[in-house]
T-cell receptor
Framework: DVKVTQSSRYLVKRTGEKVFLECVQD?????MFWYRQDPGLGLRLIYF???????EKGDIPEGYSVSREKKERFSLILESASTNQTSMYLC???????????????FGSGTRLTVV | AQKITQTQPGMFVQEKEAVTLDCTYD???????LFWYKQPSSGEMIFLIY??????QNATEGRYSLNFQKARKSANLVISASQLGDSAMYFC????????????FGSGTRLQVQP
């Protein structure tokens, strides 16, 4: 069963900590994405990557960075966590050959991050 | 750039009745795809249905159908014969054929099915 795995389901971190959210996919997908989900705002794109060592800013990149050293792994980094980064974070992957089709995108189960 | 608007923050429906969740979109792309996802309380995103902009017929998947009106830029999800297990958040999303390959999401609709 193909999947996108996010390493933590729940995380609690302190303000100012450096936080790593990990995402691994086993589908050999070129594209990977990080979204954050907040009530009333839906999912908003933070960063995405089309290839190894490649990254592009999404709609809300401030306060975040990413790393993609291997094709299967896409990490989201909060350099200095703040309380306004408390949210649900969702990782997704897709292949450019199938992403304009119904099952083109696969999502992880999400990481609920609380910054105190 | 794409934009998705879902104007119903919450909806109630009686079990076994049909319900329509609204979605309007805006894009300058000629070719694009429209998606609906279900998110139960567990948090996973479950793909429901897809409509391509050049598909002539409205998409259907079991109890789900997509009422696609291209001229009005709407892509409403219709759930027939609602079940208690349909209670969840529902997101409309789209991707155009130019620009970035990421999905753009609406704000979602929370559906509650009442017995």
């Amino acid at each position: 069963d193909v999947k996108v795995t996010q390493s933590s389901r729940y995380l609690v971190k302190r303000t100012g900590e450096k936080v790593f959210l990990e995402c691994v996919q086993d589908m050999d997908h070129e594209n990977m994405f990080w979204y954050r989900q907040d009530p009333g705002l839906g999912l908003r794109l933070i960063y995405f990557s089309y290839d190894v060592k490649m990254k592009e800013k999404g709609d809300i990149p401030e306060g975040y960075s990413v790393s993609r050293e291997k094709k299967e792994r896409f990490s989201l980094i909060l350099e200095s966590a703040s309380t306004n980064q408390t949210s649900m974070y969702l990782c997704a992957s897709s292949s450019p050959t199938t992403d304009l089709s119904g099952y083109g995108y696969t999502f992880g189960s999400g990481t609920r991050l609380t910054v105190v | 750039a794409q934009k998705i608007t879902q104007t119903q923050p919450g909806m109630f429906v009686q079990e076994k009745e049909a319900v329509t969740l609204d979605c309007t979109y805006d894009t300058s792309d000629q070719s694009y795809g429209l998606f609906w996802y279900k998110q139960p309380s567990s948090g996973e995103m479950i793909f429901l249905i897809y409509q391509g902009s050049y598909d002539e017929q409205n998409a259907t998947e079991g109890r789900y159908s997509l009422n696609f009106q291209k001229a009005r830029k709407s892509a409403n999800l219709v759930i027939s014969a609602s079940q208690l297990g349909d209670s969840a958040m529902y997101f409309c999303a789209m991707r155009g054929d130019t620009g970035r390959r990421a999905l753009t999401f609406g704000s979602g609709t929370r559906l509650q099915v009442q017995p």
